[in-house]
């Protein structure tokens, strides 16, 4: 029934703000078992250094609390159970990542963006919307969020400390995650969206990626 599928979603949700998903992957960079054992990466990084991967880090957990409600409402808003399988499988891997992300900011001593709630409620809204303008629609918004995210990833690791190998490990399987659901969703049938879309769509992820580096 759709009423208990909104409400499993509602879950889902709240568990993505919260911070308690679980991976069902293990992480791409293994836990060292004591402080002592730490890789000489972590080690090596400056205060300067933990802090900036520490706002890269949120960003990116940021992107996959925006991530989880775009699939949940894409899901929703479609008929086609492929179309639900599909969604809900690449919501699985972004699970994974938003996991992934949390446990290295709290390696880092940091934390998530306090404005998760606020990150959820846009995305899903906008997901729900593109999801109601046809499968089509909604399969190219897939595909033209996960090409920006790809981009966003590979700023990332230009930007992101040589030696800090952890964050780098986490980073690199995102986007090669990304990379598979984008196309993932072109070969479904996804369309590509008019030019001014997509630079709307970029100006909001410039604003949410800015914000979130800090708060």
């Known amino acids: 029934m759709f009423s208990d599928s909104l409400i499993s979603e509602l879950d889902r949700g709240l568990r993505a703000i919260a911070g308690v998903t679980q991976a069902s992957r293990p992480t791409p960079a293994a836990a060292p078992s004591s402080h002592r054992d730490a890789p000489v990466g972590d080690d090596a990084l400056t205060p300067e250094e933990r802090r900036h991967v520490a706002g890269l880090m949120r960003v990116n957990h940021v992107g996959e609390v925006c991530a989880q409600a775009l699939y949940q409402a894409q899901k929703l808003a479609t008929k086609r ?31 998530p963006s306090l404005l998760n709630p606020l ?8 997901g729900f919307v593109a999801g109601k303008c046809g499968d089509k629609v909604s399969l190219g918004f897939m595909s ?19 030696h800090d190998l952890r964050s780098r490990a986490i980073v690199d399987q995102m986007r090669r995650d990304e990379i598979e659901h984008g196309q993932a969703a072109r070969d479904a049938g996804g369309v590509e969206l008019p030019i001014p879309v997509q630079r709307v769509m970029r100006a909001a992820a410039k604003v949410m990626t800015t914000t979130a580096y800090y708060i």
């Open 81 to 111: 159970p492929e179309l639900r399988t599909a969604f809900e499988h690449a919501g699985k891997e972004e699970e994974d990542h938003l996991a992934w992300t949390a446990h290295r900011l709290s390696e880092l001593g940091s934390r």
């Open 119 to 126: 990150w959820y409620a846009g995305a899903f809204a906008i």
């Open 144 to 162: 033209e969020t996960e090409r920006q995210v790809e981009h966003h990833l590979d700023s990332h690791l230009a930007d992101l400390p040589p």
